[in-house]
Each structure stands twice: as structure tokens, then as C-alpha cells.
């Protein structure tokens, strides 16, 4: 059977698990909507995360992002992971105590102010939906690459089968069908992977693979870094960023995933405090198979398009590369008339360019692995796409019905509120799908917004709630804000107002705009201390309620409000 | 409330030197041994990966799934002693 016949077998399959399985857990109260019923399993809950957390970007573009970036790539790496030591031991099994159902609710709470929570309820807001803009778009292009039909179709498609499994499982719904989406992406990751690793390092584990030798006996990485440097590009075990920049990057999105209200809302769903800080573990353990699968698949993607073209006949090049020319995503320009391929590090003799996508997407192909292989990679790359974008819809769903509404509608009933959630999501789809389908120019540079005002917003505001009894609402507003407002500020300035400086000499302690959350996070920090210093001490209740979050007993079920 | 406010002090602040022990591995692995000492540690070398380059992309996570895990196992043991556990 050909590629596209095997494709529509294998995406069709997995969509028809995701709906069933949504049918069959459909949320009947707000609680199994918004956290579902809290009776989810540490494992379940920590496959979930994991789906939740690995988006289309995780699963197509970081590994060819490392390919390209070499050693600088492992911001992302320890960036991406090293959040859930925060989350684990700062954060989850506290909020699990704390037993509601969003970071508003908490912020609202524990801040004992309706402020704090608007202010709360606008940042995840923010972060939320410049997030599930670019998944949607990624949604697109996944559906148009592999069943050859235009991004604006796959969009449609990719929101009505959200649409359908958000909007009616809710929370319980959302967490069955990420545990069967992490199974279906990460055996998709895995497979090419682990036949790359053989084919050019004899290792079928591919994070031995990388350390290992290849054919003539050279260990990869210094044949890599050989390789590299006689094109004139920096070798790839060598950094190229300045140091600063990487510890404030790593920072950053360490944090910001700490601060992520998809990620945080995650740990409301298990039954005990204990399950909480397992669940994390877990959750992190499921990613770290990715992640630590990707660099691998980074370096054997750059080695072997360097190896399959590189002055090599333009009419002799492998098949794969001939097929990826058809999408664009490889292009060969034979500027010296020569015949041969030129892979070159300077711009005006290089004829050779290559998509960062094309690492993943193409690995199949040049392992020459079965077509049934390249389907399973399409399923799994529109898992990781719809998984995150679900967790997403949800947030934003939840922080319309239960922060906004139900903060100033106290008396408003289950039925209704649960109506206004599903209203919410609905909008929230249309909202998504319309950038899907016109996509902003900027798409990528959002992301670096999204973590950095998680990062700045959220993150020292929770901190600082569980572990100081001194912080008050005054502290708490004046912080976020201020850390919004900087982190936003920067941002768009150098990403926006004045893109010609967006260059370490005009970046502040040479710290770029996707570092700055870190920043911002420290801003926060000092405005919290500061302005609680000078303003009165939270009343008693509130005291009670931070002793109370502190020990894990009793936390119960999460409850109805 | 079975414990006495002064047991949960002694709790919180157990609690607070477990992760500050944990955290300053995570700090140690990733910013430490992944950025700051990166190019002193490639000088070695474990099986083909510089060290320095290993911390970066495989080290700093392996170590960060082991340090979730050993805070949970700390914990619950934690929790036992001072009564606070669940069922």
C-alpha cells in the first residue's frame, strides 16, 4: 500500500479511538468537567501531562531546532524538563491540597482578593491563547503535509475533532484520550528513531546511539563536529550563544513551564496530595523519552542530510531528498553551475537549504524504513498537536465559567455553569481556528511570549503564596503586573517595534527576548517582598489556609463550590 | 487537629531542607555542569559524548526524573512520621 492510503488508515484509527474514548467518559457535573472528578491514577495522570505538554513543536520542530543549534539546542532540553522539579517539589502537591480547580481560584484565594483573581484570570487568558494559536496552525500543516489537502481544510477538520472531545468529555474526557495520545506519539517518535540509531551507530538505543561510533570507528559527535567545521559552520558540541543568555533562557522556560495554567491544572486531577508529587515524576519520566530521544535525533538527521548531498550529483541525490523537494521544505539552488551540491555555512556560495521540520518528518524515509511508518509518524504528530491544544481549550474554558462568571455570579447553577463552559470552549475553537487559518506573522515569536509571561506572572506568585505567610494581595497584584508589563514590554520591542535591534548589543545584560521572563520573574519576586513589607499582613483566615495547604492530610476529594 | 503547631513547624522545615538539598542538584546538573562548566567538563569524555555536552542534553534530565523521584519517596516517609499521610 502507498504512503497516503496508509495514512489515512492509521490518522483514521487513532481519531476514532479519541472519540470513543470521549464518548464513553463524557463529563456529567462541573467536577468531571473542570477537573475530572478528581479519581484520576498518578500514571494516567502522568501520560496525560506528558500529551499535554509535548505539542506538535515538541514532537516536528525541536529535534531539527538541536540540529541546527547544536550544543545551544539544550536550552530547550533542560529547559523543557527541569520545570517539573519546580512544579513537583514547589507547586503541585500544594495546590493539590489546596483543592479547587484553577490558578485563578487559588490567586483569588490566597490573595484573599477579587483583583488578584482578574488579574490572574487575564494572564492565563493571555498565555492560553497565544499558545493554542500556533497548535492549531500546527494542526494545519500536519493535516495538509500528509493527506494532501490544503491547511485551511486541515484546520477545520483538526478544530471540529477538539471541538467534539473538548467540549463534551471536558477534563475526563481530555485525560483518556491524552493517555491514548502519548502512547500513539511516542511510539511514533520512537520507532525511526531507533532504526536511524542502528543503521549509523550499530545501537538500536538512539540516546547510546549518540554517544556512540560510527562505521570507520570515530565516535558521531566528533565526525559531527569535523564535519561541521570543514563547511565552515561552528561545531556542534560547541556553544555559540553567550552564557548568560543560556542560563536566563533555560530560566525562563524552566519557570514559564512551571507557570504554564495547562500544565498546573493537570495535578488537580489525582486523589491525594502523594499522588500529586508521583504523578509529576511520572509525567516527567513519559517526557524524558522524548527528550531525550530528540538530540539524537537531531544529530543523526544533520549527519546524514550533510552525508546523503554534500557534493553530491544534484541528479544522483537519494530519493527522500527528491520527494521533500516537492513540499518545499529542501531546496537545492546549483549556483556555481557545477553539478554537485554545495552544503556551506556562507550564504552566497551554499546551495543547499533545509527545513528544520524535515529531521522528523523525513526520518522514515531516509532509514528506508515500511510506509506504514511514515502514517504512524503523521497520527503521531496530529496526537501531539491535538492533545495540547484540547488541554489548552480547556483553561480557557474554565477561567471564562468558573473565574469570570461564577466569581460574580456566585449563585449560578451547575447546569448553567457548565453550559457556559462548553459556550466558552466553543469559542475559544473558533478563536484558534480562525488563527489557524490566518496565521499571524508571528506565530513564533508568541511562544516566547507565552513562557515568559508565565514565567513572570504566575510562577512567584504561587511560590511566594505557599511559602511565605507575609505576602499580601498588595504584594501579589503589584507584582504580577509589574511583571507582566516588563516582560511585555521587552518582548515587543525587540520582537516588534524595533526588530533592527534585536541584537545582543542592544539587549539589556545580553539577555535576549526569550530570556527575559527571567528577568521579569525577579521583578515580581522583589516587587511581592517589597510592597508587602510596607502594606498590612494577610488576616488570620488566610494564615489558617496557608498552614492548612502546607500538610497534605485531609485534602479529600476535590470538592463542588 | 491531632498535631501540635509546634511538630508542624518541625515538618515544614524538614520539608524545606529536602528541597533545598534537591534543588541544589537540579541547579548543580543543569546550570552548573550544562552551561556554566560546560566547556572544563567536555574535556572528558564518556563514551563519545564530551561530558560537559552529555550534562546538557542527557545528564541534567536523567538526574532531574531521579530527583522527582526521591522527593516523593523522602516525603511519604516524611508524611509518616509526623502523622500527616493519607490513606
Keep these: ?561 | 487537629m491531632p498535631n501540635s503547631p509546634g511538630r508542624m513547624s518541625d515538618y515544614w522545615k524538614k520539608n524545606l531542607r529536602t528541597l533545598w538539598i534537591l534543588l541544589s542538584v537540579w541547579f548543580l546538573v543543569s546550570f552548573g555542569f550544562g552551561i556554566i562548566l560546560v566547556e572544563p567538563l567536555n574535556q572528558f569524555k564518556i563514551g563519545g559524548y564530551p561530558l560537559g555536552f552529555w550534562f546538557a542534553q542527557q545528564g541534567s534530565i536523567y538526574t532531574f526524573i531521579i530527583l522527582i523521584f526521591v522527593y516523593v519517596a523522602r516525603m511519604n516517609k516524611l508524611d509518616k512520621e509526623f502523622d500527616v499521610n493519607e490513606d
Design chain 1, 1 to 561: 500500500m502507498d504512503i497516503l492510503t496508509w495514512t489515512y488508515i492509521l490518522v483514521g484509527l487513532s481519531f476514532a479511538v479519541y472519540i470513543g474514548i470521549a464518548i464513553w467518559s463524557r463529563a456529567g457535573s462541573t467536577n468531571e468537567f473542570y477537573i475530572a472528578g478528581g479519581g484520576v491514577s498518578p500514571l494516567a495522570n502522568g501520560m496525560a501531562t506528558a500529551a499535554d505538554w509535548m505539542s506538535a513543536a515538541s514532537f516536528i520542530s525541536m529535534a531539527g531546532l538541536i540540529s541546527f543549534s547544536g550544543y545551544d539546542g539544550s536550552v530547550y532540553l533542560m529547559g523543557w524538563t527541569g520545570g517539573y522539579v519546580l512544579l513537583a517539589l514547589l507547586l503541585a502537591p500544594y495546590l493539590r491540597k489546596f483543592g479547587k480547580f484553577t490558578v485563578p481560584d487559588f490567586v483569588g484565594d490566597r490573595y484573599y482578593s477579587n483583583k488578584a483573581r482578574v488579574v490572574a484570570v487575564i494572564c492565563a487568558l493571555f498565555i492560553s491563547f497565544t499558545y493554542v494559536a500556533g497548535q492549531m496552525r500546527g494542526v494545519g500543516i500536519v493535516f495538509s503535509r500528509y493527506l494532501e489537502i490544503p491547511i485551511e481544510w486541515g484546520v477545520v477538520i483538526g478544530m471540529c475533532i477538539v471541538f467534539f472531545y473538548a467540549v463534551l468529555g471536558g477534563m475526563k474526557g481530555i485525560t483518556y484520550t491524552q493517555v491514548a495520545q502519548f502512547c500513539v506519539l511516542i511510539f511514533a517518535y520512537m520507532v525511526p528513531a531507533i532504526f536511524i540509531s542502528m543503521q549509523l551507530t550499530g545501537n538500536p538505543i538512539p540516546q547510546l546511539g549518540l554517544g556512540g561510533s560510527v562505521a570507520d570507528g570515530t565516535p558521531l559527535l566528533a565526525k559531527l563536529d569535523g564535519v561541521l567545521a570543514d563547511l565552515g559552520f561552528a561545531e556542534y558540541t560547541a556553544g555559540r550563544k553567550g552564557m548568560a543568555d543560556m542560563l536566563m533562557i533555560t530560566l525562563a522556560l524552566m519557570v514559564g513551564t512551571a507557570g504554564l495554567p495547562h500544565v498546573i491544572v493537570r495535578f488537580f486531577t489525582v486523589p491525594r496530595v502523594k499522588d500529586a508529587r508521583l504523578s509529576a515524576g511520572y509525567a516527567l519520566a513519559f517526557i524524558a523519552i522524548l527528550y531525550t530521544t530528540a538530540p539524537a535525533v537531531a544529530a543523526f538527521g544533520i549527519y546524514n542530510a550533510i552525508n546523503s548531498t554534500s557534493e553530491k550529483n544534484i541528479s544522483e541525490l537519494p530519493v527522500w531528498v527528491q520527494n521533500w523537494q516537492k513540499t518545499n521544505l529542501i531546496s537545492v539552488d546549483d549556483k556555481n553551475g557545477d553539478g554537485k551540491v554545495q552544503y556551506l555555512a556562507d550564504p552566497s556560495a551554499n546551495e543547499l537549504s533545509i527545513d528544520k521540520d524535515i529531521m522528523v518528518l523525513a526520518s522514515p524515509e531516509i532509514a528506508n524504513l515500511p510506509n506504514w511508518v511514515v502514517g504512524l509518524v503523521a497520527a503521531g504528530a496530529m496526537a501531539a498537536a491535538l492533545s495540547t491544544a484540547a488541554g489548552l481549550l480547556l483553561v480557557i474554558s474554565t477561567s471564562v465559567s468558573r473565574d469570570l462568571v461564577k466569581t460574580f455570579n456566585p449563585g449560578i447553577s451547575e447546569k448553567k455553569e457548565l453550559r457556559i463552559a462548553r459556550i466558552a470552549a466553543a469559542g475559544a475553537v473558533l478563536f484558534a481556528g480562525y488563527f489557524g487559518v490566518n496565521p499571524p506573522g508571528f506565530v513564533a515569536e508568541v511562544v516566547a511570549f507565552a513562557f515568559g509571561l508565565a514565567a513572570a506572572s504566575f510562577f512567584p506568585v504561587i511560590i511566594l503564596g505557599i511559602f511565605s505567610t507575609r505576602i499580601n494581595k498588595e504584594g501579589a497584584i503589584v507584582g504580577m503586573v509589574s511583571g507582566l508589563i516588563f516582560t511585555i514590554g521587552y518582548i515587543t520591542y525587540f520582537k516588534f517595534i524595533s526588530p533592527e535591534l534585536n541584537t545582543l548589543e542592544h539587549w539589556w545584560f545580553g539577555i535576549s527576548p526569550e530570556g527575559i521572563g527571567s528577568l521579569g520573574m525577579l521583578l515580581n519576586f522583589l516587587m511581592c517582598y517589597f510592597v508587602s513589607k510596607f502594606t498590612p499582613a494577610p488576616p488570620q483566615h488566610v494564615q489558617d489556609l496557608i498552614q492548612e495547604i502546607r500538610i497534605p492530610k485531609g485534602a479529600g476529594s476535590a470538592h463542588n463550590h
